[in-house]
């Protein structure tokens, strides 16, 4: 018999499930009938929540507290289970060591996995699994195309493993949007050619479809070094998604939050766009 298992969670985002033992809060006065209790972390800065959501929990069925922030060693992927349906994973881990990555930390090298149903990879590093694997991978995702759903990788495309085969396999899938990143210095030669090979493929910079993290916001990063790389993001062909780095507290600084805010507005970034490069534009609907 298939255990029931709550799943509890300190913050509720687009990925996370909402069955109906999917809960944000403590049991209340009617708990449901579970075998196990699952308290799932994602962010540092909300440990202290779920640590006090666990102890809610207590007595209701075995806790058990775990996640990405906690450090804990992803397992096989289970779809619906920690992320809403249509997420997957089918690898964990990555062979770089980025400094403000936890992925090598706590997942170590990469790991394929079992390949589950889904339509929107989340995995830390595809480009560098096996051919093998990748090709599996993007057979499942052939499947998912023929029923209508929108292929997307949001886990993030390393630039610099990306190789002609792959763009092959991504021509055939036609993403609706595919994320690279452009985190440090290092990133930014691999995003350049990566941009062109994708541009000569077939993408626009207007299909906003090709984009990348762009990390800011980090000890020693101005608003003015990251608005620099944000718009040599979009010279390379990509719309840019900046992410603002928080340190395990979470806190951020008021005008660095209102600069990320910015630069993740699809209005703003058309505008800059535009002001870019007005030939691959066509008018905003
Ligand atoms: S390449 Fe990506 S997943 Fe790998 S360590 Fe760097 S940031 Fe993390």
């Not at 196990?36 to 207590?58: G, K, N």
């Not at 990143?181 to 995003?191: G, I, K, M």
């Not at 608005?227 to 719309?239: C, P, W």
Request: with cysteine; glycine share 8%.
């Amino acid at each position: 018999m298939t255990k029931r298992i709550a799943r509890v969670f300190p913050r509720k985002t687009t990925a996370t499930p909402s069955d109906e033992l999917v809960f944000f809060d403590g049991p209340g006065l009617f708990p449901p009938e579970v075998d196990e209790v699952h308290v799932s972390v994602t962010f540092s800065w909300d440990i202290p929540h779920a640590e006090w959501l666990a102890r809610q929990w207590d007595g209701i069925a075995p806790v058990r507290i775990g996640g990405p922030a906690m450090g804990t060693k992803g397992k096989d992927f289970v779809p619906g289970m920690y992320l809403k349906n249509g997420y997957v994973i089918t690898s964990r881990g990555c062979p770089n060591c980025c400094w403000f990555c936890d992925v090598w930390r706590r997942d170590g090298r990469v790991r394929e996995l079992p390949i589950r149903e889904g339509w929107n990879v989340l995995d830390d590093n595809l480009l560098c699994c096996s051919e093998d694997h990748i090709r599996k991978v993007f057979d499942m995702l052939k499947v998912q195309k023929k029923n209508k759903r929108q292929v997307e990788f949001t886990g993030g495309l390393e630039a610099a493993s990306l190789e002609d085969w792959h763009i092959e396999l991504l021509r055939e899938i036609r993403p609706k949007q595919m994320f690279f990143a452009y985190d440090t210095e290092d990133d930014y030669e691999p995003l350049v050619e990566a941009g062109k090979k994708l541009l000569a493929s077939g993408w626009t910079v207007a299909s906003k479809t090709l984009r990348a993290y762009v990390l800011i916001g980090y000890k020693r990063d101005t608003i003015d070094a990251a608005e620099e790389r944000l718009r040599k993001t979009i010279e390379a062909g990509f719309t840019p998604m900046a992410m603002l780095w928080r340190g395990r507290d979470g806190k951020t600084d008021p005008s660095w939050r209102r600069f990320q805010r910015r630069w993740a507005r699809p209005a703003f970034i058309y505008h800059i766009l535009k002001s870019i490069d007005q030939e691959v534009l066509p008018d905003e609907e």
